[in-house]
């Protein structure tokens, strides 16, 4: 076991699942204009 690969990899796993939900917020966005309550839920996340 080395724990410090592992945190790394879980960092790295981390920025990608932001990266992903902020784009999918961004998409969110673009769709639904009036839809402000779940792009502020996104937010909260």
Same mark, same amino acid.
């Given at each position: 076991?080395?724990? *410090?690969?592992?945190?790394?990899?879980?960092?790295?796993?981390?920025?990608?699942?932001r990266?992903?939900?902020?784009?999918?917020?961004?998409?969110?966005q673009?769709?639904?204009?009036?839809?402000?309550?779940?792009?502020?839920?996104?937010?909260? *996340?």
């Amino acid at each position: 076991m080395r724990p *410090l690969r592992n945190i790394q990899k879980i960092k790295k796993i981390a920025s990608e699942k932001r990266d992903n939900l902020i784009r999918f917020s961004d998409s969110i966005q673009y769709l639904h204009e009036d839809a402000k309550p779940i792009r502020l839920a996104w937010n909260l *996340l």
